[in-house]
Each structure stands twice: as structure tokens, then as C-alpha cells.
């Protein structure tokens, strides 16, 4: 008796099972690559406003260092943990414009472009160069513009360029640092506008009431007003900053505990209250808002545009700037004036300015206190008569 055709079917047997269990093994490796691939589409597509911003702020800083000398490259990598996105951005602005300043001034520069600044130049730097520099930003031209700089704008540069400068002469690239010898220019205040108790009332009315314009312009008011009274009462109810109020996605809201999830300037997460006034205005418009058909991407925005996307910074800056001029013609109202009305009412309040600084996301109490310096000049007046040595 021979076992040949039994071992022949023991071995088919055995070759069919390794191919089996090898083909299951390699479909339940594919399924995992799609559902690690699909997460990975589900997830980009959630992305937060703010994490869109820091990946568009990235690729724009990319851009403008591709026109700065390569050296530049070690510096921005120096202060990446250390500053938000936009601060890179606005100092590779900045130096940008000192390189121009130095071919448009040194003759050994005649030619070249920003890229082919020499490292060497800028220590042979002397500090009255940088006060050449200073004087030169008051007002330049540029591709047939005059461009001018506040002092404000002025200031900004000169930190820059002392930031930029400070850091090479740390890491010893340059042996000079004639930038920590200029003195950096003395802002001069103004005059902090805010609105008044009935100017807010007005404000507000002007938003619910008929708007006076065309009758174009009249149909967009009343299609968009539920949503426009929502934001202006938000900004105007809590004091945040107009890029947190339009950064806002509608699960950032929480009507358990009244209150809403922000992104802070900086990019930490912060929980701000809002009271019964805020909440009844974003019941209202999400009453309308639940109802909209968005674009694709937009899906969790809080506040849409005409377009069904999220609303900009500068389109939400245009409303209240609107209503404003309508309402209230002699002050030039911004959102940010928004935030110091609201910033001005809680300190008259509380007389807390550390409980300002927190629910206003300011770092430095003394940035507070410097805009509610007046307030607290009264507070200290008013305090004369408080106390009596003797009594009647």
C-alpha cells in the first residue's frame, strides 16, 4: 500500500492554506493603509481655523525667506519656538526692507540683489547707519510709491532688526551689534477711543433697526442681521479679539456653562464667559445658522460670509466699521475699540484690573493697566473723600 497520493494532498492542502492566510494577511494590511489614509483626510479636513492660519503663515514665510540671504534661514529656525507665525512673518517684512535700504545706500552693493547681502556688511555696520536707516523709514520710495511709517511702524522695524541683530552677535556670526546702541523710538499716546454707555445702546439698535441705504443694500441688512447682531454682541459682550470672534467654530460654544473655547493671541486655548445678553443673540442666529448649506471645509464655522465660507478678519472689520459710520459718524470705530468698551465697562465695575488683564487674554498686566490708566486716576481721586479723620 503506498501513501504517495495522500502526502501529494497533505502537501497541496498545506501550500493552499499558506496562501490563504498570506492573501488575508496582505487585504488586512491594505484595508489598514485606506483607514489610516481616510483619518488622515478626515483629520486635515477638521483642521482648526488657527491651525489653517499657522499652516498659510508658514507657507508665506517660506516665500519671503526665498528673497532674504541664506544666513537669514538660521535665524528664523533660532526663534521658531519662541514666536507665533505672524511674528516671523513681520520680521522677515522688516528685514526685507533694511537690505533694500543698504543696496539703495552702499555703493559695494550696487547691483546685487537682497539674497547677495554679505554676512560680513552688517558687521561692518556703525550704529549712525542704523539712524540713517531711521530716518530713511519716515518716508521712501518704492516701485513709484511714496511709502511712509508711523511711528509705530518705525518702532517695529528697529525691533526687528535689534532681534535679528542680537541673535547672530549670541551666536557669534557677526562681531558687531551697532543695532543695541540706537535707541528705539518714543511712541507718543493717543487718545484711547471707546464707546459710551448709550453709543453701545445706539450701536446695537442700529444693527436690529433698518439700515439707511438702497434697497440693495437694505435686502442684505435684513438677510444678514440676525448673524451681525450675534457677532457685534459677541465682541461687545466678552472683549475678544476680532481674529478669536471669527476663529470661533459653533462647537466651541457651550450653552451648559455659558461660555466659549477661543484661541488666544499666542496660540494657547483659553475658556471665555459670556452672559445672558451674548447667549440669547447666538441662540438667535444659530437658530438661522443650523439651516445654511456651507462650502465644503466651512462646515463648523460659527459665522459665515454671503459666500457660505467663514467669514474673513477684514469683512468682519468692514461690518462694524459699517454700522459705526451709520450710527455713531464722529467716532472711527474698529473692533478693537469694541474691545477696550468692553475692557473700560468691566474695570468701572470691578475696579479689578487683574481680573481685566485675564478675561482680556493680556499677558502683562501693565498692558491693562496702561489702557485703563485714566480710569484708575479717577478711581484714586474719587478715593480722597473716602475716608474721614473725624467724624461730625
Do not use: W
Not at 481655523?49 to 528664523?76: H, M, S, V
Not at 522688516?94 to 540683489?113: A, H, Q
Not at 473655547?261 to 486655548?269: F, H
Not at 440669547?280 to 454671503?306: M, P, V, W
Amino acid at each position: 500500500m503506498t501513501y504517495k497520493p495522500l502526502y501529494a494532498v497533505l502537501r497541496l492542502f498545506a501550500v493552499l492554506s499558506i496562501v490563504i492566510v498570506y492573501l488575508t494577511v496582505c487585504n488586512m494590511f491594505c484595508v489598514m493603509q485606506s483607514v489610516f489614509f481616510y483619518r488622515g483626510i478626515i483629520m486635515a479636513d477638521k483642521q482648526s481655523y488657527a491651525e489653517q492660519n499657522n499652516i498659510k503663515n508658514e507657507l508665506r514665510l517660506r516665500e519671503l525667506r526665498a528673497q532674504l540671504p541664506p544666513y537669514c534661514g538660521t535665524f528664523f529656525r533660532g526663534i521658531e519656538q519662541v514666536t507665533a507665525s505672524r511674528t516671523r512673518i513681520a520680521y522677515a517684512v522688516d528685514l526685507k526692507v533694511f537690505f533694500e535700504f543698504l543696496i539703495s545706500r552702499n555703493p559695494t552693493l550696487k547691483g546685487k540683489t537682497v539674497r547677495e547681502v554679505p554676512l560680513s556688511l552688517l558687521s561692518e555696520l556703525q550704529s549712525y547707519d542704523i539712524e540713517e536707516y531711521l530716518e530713511y523709514l519716515k518716508v521712501y520710495e518704492k516701485d513709484n510709491n511714496v511709502i511712509t511709517n508711523s511711528e509705530r511702524g518705525i518702532k517695529r522695524k528697529i525691533c526687528s532688526l535689534r532681534a535679528f541683530y542680537n541673535y547672530l552677535y549670541k551666536n557669534h556670526a557677526i562681531e558687531n551689534n551697532p543695532a543695541i546702541q540706537v535707541s528705539v523710538p518714543k511712541l507718543h499716546e493717543k487718545v484711547i477711543i471707546r464707546l459710551d454707555p448709550d453709543e453701545t445702546a445706539r450701536l446695537l439698535d442700529c444693527v436690529e433697526s433698518e439700515y439707511s441705504g438702497s434697497d440693495r443694500q437694505n435686502a442684505f441688512h435684513q438677510r444678514n442681521k440676525v448673524r451681525d447682531l450675534a457677532l457685534m454682541t459677541l465682541l461687545l459682550g466678552t472683549g475678544v479679539r476680532i481674529s478669536e470672534c471669527i476663529g470661533l467654530d459653533i462647537n466651541d460654544l457651550d450653552f451648559e456653562h455659558d461660555r466659549m473655547k477661543v484661541i488666544r493671541k499666542g496660540g494657547y486655548e483659553a475658556f471665555v464667559y459670556f452672559g445672558e445678553e451674548v447667549r440669547e443673540a447666538l441662540l438667535d442666529y444659530l437658530e438661522i445658522r443650523k439651516n445654511q448649506t456651507t462650502k465644503e471645509g466651512h462646515e463648523n464655522a460659527l459665522f459665515l460670509s454671503g459666500q457660505q465660507r467663514r467669514m474673513t478678519v477684514r469683512a468682519a472689520e468692514n461690518l462694524v466699521k459699517k454700522y459705526a459710520q451709520n450710527c455713531i459718524p464722529l467716532k472711527r470705530i474698529t473692533p478693537h475699540k469694541l474691545r477696550s468698551t468692553y475692557g473700560t465697562s468691566l474695570y468701572q465695575e470691578t475696579g479689578d484690573i487683574y481680573l481685566v488683564a485675564d478675561v482680556l487674554g493680556h499677558k502683562d498686566v501693565n498692558t491693562t493697566r496702561k489702557h485703563y490708566a485714566a480710569i484708575e486716576d479717577e478711581r484714586r481721586r474719587s478715593a480722597r473723600n473716602k475716608v474721614h479723620l473725624r467724624k461730625d
